[in-house]
């Protein structure tokens, strides 16, 4: 255990007040055992615990952080813009800055809305979507995570596409009524009653697992056959994969998007964008209601517009390129039953020979038990992975060649945990 006194002590203090101890489930540790490290520092690549344990970190905020912790430019605009003023609900010119910013990255994306989470972006997106084509189903993949609202939180049978059951404790069957589950990288045959496809481009939330070739433009076709609108759900792919995102890095480009996680530079921030004529169903232009007190907040778009200055093209094409290389050495240390795959700057771990394409073989990875005993290992030699099999790895561009030397030496020792 890598766990220290501190840290223990505050879990067992949180349990009290707040639910499991913590504000959102898989920070619990509870998939992998022990107690979470409680942070209290980061800086670039690494995290410091309140034990004073140090850690080479790759959850780097579930992906909201790709210039590492604590980035200089980021804490200049997040102080310089908290002491004008936190939050006034006016507009201001950061807002119009930043929405600027992502249209003219992501090509397609003619208009923009700020949210404050990517569980918000989600589901307002759906909501314009079902206005626009005036249909209520919506298809989704299994293994994707496309936040916490109750339409989105249903689950499939094993069918390619079958109808969603409530996959929560409060969800109704009647929330999850109009979702279908399909399979991941298969297309499934729409019909006339969807409204919208929505589909993690790079699924990222059930380990890492790549569109096969053609499953992303076969979604695209089948959905201008029946008049349904193809959203991607960028919240982790969005200015990670590449400069202009998922569509830049696929070639395929969708009618509606959803961001968060980088485009809130560690703040919270998301938003959601599309075509001109489906976003000015939104009010005030139009008659879908959609709303927000800290939307747009100041602070998150200084981050946000930060961070998006600090990324160019080349950004982009060096993380991948040391990321691919990094792959290779952790691959290459953890042994032939570790599969790291990779997209872009993002890395996954997967266990055992199966090239893995949708959630069931994610599902056979994770239940090889080995995800556990490795995280653990690592965090004893100060490398720490998200608590949970179907988490990816978040190298940024703040992690050195060195950092990735020994995050590939500690792979190799703990990959042959069990
Ligand atoms: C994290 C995530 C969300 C939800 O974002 P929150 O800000 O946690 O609400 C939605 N979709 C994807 C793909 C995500 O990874």
Same mark, same amino acid.
């Given at each position: 255990?890598?766990?220290?006194?501190?840290?223990?002590?505050?879990?067992?203090?949180?349990?009290?007040?707040?639910?499991?101890?913590?504000?959102?489930?898989?920070?619990?540790?509870?998939?992998?055992?022990?107690?979470?490290?409680?942070?209290?520092?980061?800086?670039?690549?690494?995290?410091?615990?309140?034990?004073?344990?140090?850690?080479?970190?790759?959850?780097?905020?579930? @992906?909201? #952080?790709? !210039?590492?912790?604590?980035?200089?430019?980021?804490?200049?605009? +997040? $102080?310089? =813009? %908290?002491?004008?003023? *936190?939050?006034?609900?006016?507009?201001?010119?950061?807002?119009?800055?930043?929405?600027?910013?992502?249209?003219?990255?992501?090509?397609?994306?003619?208009?923009?809305?700020?949210?404050?989470?990517?569980?918000?972006?989600?589901?307002?997106?759906?909501?314009?979507?079902?206005?626009?084509?005036?249909?209520?189903?919506?298809?989704?993949?299994?293994?994707?995570?496309?936040?916490?609202?109750?339409?989105?939180?249903?689950? @499939?049978? #094993?069918? !390619?596409?079958?109808?969603?059951?409530?996959?929560?404790?409060? +969800? $109704?069957? =009647? %929330?999850?009524?109009? *979702?279908?589950?399909?399979?991941?990288?298969?297309?499934?045959?729409?019909?006339?009653?969807?409204?919208?496809?929505?589909?993690?481009?790079?699924?990222?939330?059930?380990?890492?697992?790549?569109?096969?070739?053609?499953?992303?433009?076969?979604?695209?076709?089948?959905?201008?056959?029946?008049?349904?609108?193809?959203?991607?759900?960028?919240?982790?792919?969005?200015?990670?994969?590449?400069?202009?995102?998922?569509?830049?890095?696929?070639?395929?480009?969708?009618?509606?998007?959803?961001?968060?996680?980088?485009?809130?530079?560690?703040?919270?921030?998301?938003?959601?964008?599309?075509?001109?004529?489906?976003?000015?169903?939104?009010?005030?232009?139009?008659?879908?209601?959609?709303?927000?007190?800290?939307?747009?907040?100041?602070?998150?778009?200084?981050?946000?517009?930060?961070?998006?200055?600090?990324?160019?093209?080349?950004?982009?094409?060096?993380?991948?390129?040391?990321?691919?290389?990094?792959?290779?050495?952790?691959?290459?240390?953890?042994?032939?039953?570790?599969?790291?795959?990779?997209?872009?700057?993002?890395?996954?771990?997967?266990?055992?020979?199966?090239?893995?394409?949708?959630?069931?073989?994610?599902?056979?990875?994770?239940?090889?038990?080995?995800?556990?005993?490795?995280?653990?290992?690592?965090?004893?030699?100060?490398?720490?992975?998200?608590?949970?099999?179907?988490?990816?790895?978040?190298?940024?561009?703040?992690?050195?060649?060195?950092?990735?030397?020994?995050?590939?030496?500690?792979?190799?020792?703990?990959?042959?945990?069990?």
């Amino acid at each position: 255990m890598a766990d220290g006194d501190r840290s223990a002590e505050l879990f067992a203090r949180a349990a009290k007040v707040i639910p499991g101890g913590v504000n959102s489930p898989v920070r619990a540790f509870k998939s992998v055992g022990g107690t979470p490290y409680f942070v209290e520092r980061a800086a670039g690549a690494y995290v410091w615990d309140v034990d004073g344990n140090k850690y080479i970190d790759y959850v780097q905020s579930y @992906g909201a #952080s790709i !210039v590492g912790h604590a980035h200089p430019k980021v804490v200049e605009a +997040v $102080t310089a =813009a %908290a002491s004008l003023g *936190t939050s006034f609900a006016a507009p201001t010119e950061r807002e119009v800055l930043l929405a600027e910013a992502i249209s003219g990255r992501v090509s397609g994306a003619e208009m923009v809305r700020l949210v404050n989470s990517g569980t918000e972006a989600t589901m307002s997106a759906l909501r314009v979507a079902r206005a626009a084509t005036g249909r209520d189903r919506v298809v989704a993949f299994a293994g994707c995570y496309h936040g916490h609202s109750d339409g989105l939180l249903a689950s @499939g049978g #094993s069918g !390619v596409a079958t109808l969603g059951l409530p996959a929560s404790a409060g +969800v $109704t069957s =009647a %929330a999850v009524a109009d *979702t279908v589950i399909a399979r991941y990288n298969l297309v499934p045959a729409l019909d006339k009653r969807v409204g919208a496809v929505i589909v993690e481009p790079v699924a990222a939330n059930m380990g890492l697992v790549s569109p096969q070739p053609g499953f992303l433009e076969g979604l695209r076709a089948e959905c201008d056959r029946v008049g349904a609108l193809l959203i991607f759900d960028e919240v982790i792919t969005g200015f990670r994969l590449a400069y202009g995102g998922a569509t830049e890095f696929t070639g395929v480009t969708p009618d509606m998007w959803c961001f968060g996680k980088v485009i809130g530079g560690g703040l919270p921030l998301a938003a959601f964008a599309g075509r001109r004529d489906l976003m000015e169903q939104l009010a005030p232009v139009g008659a879908v209601y959609q709303a927000g007190t800290l939307s747009g907040n100041p602070l998150a778009t200084a981050a946000g517009l930060a961070v998006l200055e600090l990324l160019d093209r080349q950004s982009y094409s060096d993380l991948a390129d040391r990321v691919r290389r990094f792959a290779g050495m952790v691959a290459g240390a953890a042994g032939p039953e570790v599969q790291i795959p990779v997209a872009g700057p993002l890395m996954g771990v997967f266990f055992g020979a199966e090239t893995v394409v949708d959630y069931e073989g994610s599902g056979r990875s994770a239940a090889s038990g080995r995800y556990a005993p490795m995280m653990h290992g690592l965090l004893e030699r100060g490398v720490a992975i998200a608590p949970g099999a179907y988490e990816v790895m978040f190298p940024s561009l703040a992690h050195s060649e060195s950092d990735f030397e020994r995050t590939a030496e500690a792979f190799g020792v703990a990959a042959a945990i069990r």
